[in-house]
Each structure stands twice: as structure tokens, then as C-alpha cells.
T-cell receptor
């Protein structure tokens, strides 16, 4: 199993550009989530999904969109990139919420200039 | 307001026991407490999870008092390779998962 994969590993965007961060898992997990990690602030939940076709907002959803058309994939879209979105983004999956271990991808380092 | 609080940093020496405490005053009744370890340029990795009292696995122990408003991760006999950032994760209102800001543990020889 590859586990949780994320692409790209690094990305530089100009302000106003849009892009999609890809996340895929091959463990048949129902729950998937996106976090951003900023220095001194830990990981903050952006969006999550409890199954295909179901998504919801986390702590910091503004400026991001998600969709979940399949169990395996959970892309994160930046609609109009801003310098405040410079961060490291992690995707995670787990069999469920709360009492389940989350498996994290290797992260995408995004810089917006 | 849901908030998970832990110390910013800790230092220790090889062979010592390290205890890292996390405060989570508003934890929901049915939520678990989970601890993760993170090395530079990697995603967090699961260490241990618990609901109440004490949980032990091959790498750590987790102590949770009866009121569940805090939890303590205990790492026995740390080595240099345990130098990392440790995060506690608590679920608030089921889906609102909140990480602490992380505790940077430095183990010295």
C-alpha cells in the first residue's frame, strides 16, 4: 500500500492564481481531511470529509474548496491564492473520526508571492 | 471556545523519562485524545490514543485523569532519535478536531 500520497511536494504561486492540491489514499478510509501547518500554530483543520459526496468545514476553511467524488481522492482547491495561504498542507485519512488513528501524507509546501 | 494547549518546548537527556502535558478543558464527552510525533519535512505519525485512565503501548504511556481536562504523554528512557515535535489532538463536538501547537522535545546526549 502507498498509504496517503500528496502532489505536488512543492509549489510556488503568484497572488490571485488558482491551483489544486491532490490527495489520494489506498486504504479504503472513509474519513479524509486537510490541515495547514504554520510555525507556532500546529496543524489547523481546513476541510474534512466523512465519505464520498460529503464534505464539511473545519477551523480555517476560507479561501479553500474541496470535493469528494470517490473514496480514494480528496483534492483541495485554492480559488485565488493569497500570501496568507503560504503554508505546509497535509492530507490525512482514517477509518473514521475521533477514536481512529489518522494517517498523514508527506505534505505540500506552498509559497504564494 | 475549544482550545488545546501544550508547552512550546522541553529539553531532556538520553535515558530520562519525559512527560508532556496537554490541556483540553472543553473536550466532548465521547472524544478521544491522540498524540502524534512529527519529524522535520514529514507528516505527523501516530503514537498513542486514549479515552480515560491509562493506556500503554510499546513506545509510550498516556495518562488521563477522571475529569479528562488534561492528558500526559510519557516517553520512557528517551534517546536522541526521540527529538521531534509532539502534538496532542482532541476532538471537540465530534468533527471539530483541534491540534495543540506542538511541543518541541530536544533530547541531549
Amino acid at each position: 500500500n502507498a498509504g496517503v500520497t500528496q502532489t505536488p511536494k512543492f509549489q510556488v504561486l503568484k497572488t490571485g492564481q488558482s491551483m489544486t492540491l491532490q490527495c489520494a489514499q489506498d486504504m479504503n478510509h472513509e474519513y479524509m481531511s486537510w490541515y495547514r501547518q504554520d510555525p507556532g500554530m500546529g496543524l489547523r483543520l481546513i476541510h474534512y470529509s466523512v465519505g464520498a459526496g460529503i464534505t464539511d468545514q473545519g477551523e480555517v476553511p476560507n479561501g479553500y474548496n474541496v470535493s469528494r467524488s470517490t473514496t480514494e481522492d480528496f483534492p483541495l482547491r485554492l480559488l485565488s491564492a493569497a500570501p496568507s495561504q503560504t503554508s505546509v498542507y497535509f492530507c490525512a485519512s482514517s477509518p473514521g473520526i475521533g477514536r481512529y488513528e489518522q494517517y498523514f501524507g508527506p505534505g505540500t509546501r506552498l509559497t504564494v508571492t | 471556545l475549544a482550545k488545546t494547549t501544550q508547552p512550546i518546548s522541553m529539553d531532556s537527556y538520553e535515558g530520562q523519562e519525559v512527560n508532556i502535558t496537554c490541556s483540553h478543558n472543553n473536550i466532548a464527552t465521547n472524544d478521544y485524545i491522540t498524540w502524534y510525533q512529527q519529524f522535520p519535512s514529514q507528516g505527523p505519525r501516530f503514537i498513542i490514543q486514549g479515552y480515560k485512565t491509562k493506556v500503554t503501548n510499546e513506545v509510550a504511556s498516556l495518562f488521563i485523569p477522571a475529569d479528562r481536562k488534561s492528558s500526559t504523554l510519557s516517553l520512557p528512557r528517551v534517546s536522541l532519535s526521540d527529538t521531534a515535535v509532539y502534538y496532542c489532538l482532541v476532538g471537540y463536538n465530534n468533527n471539530d478536531m483541534r491540534f495543540g501547537a506542538g511541543t518541541r522535545l530536544t533530547v541531549k546526549p
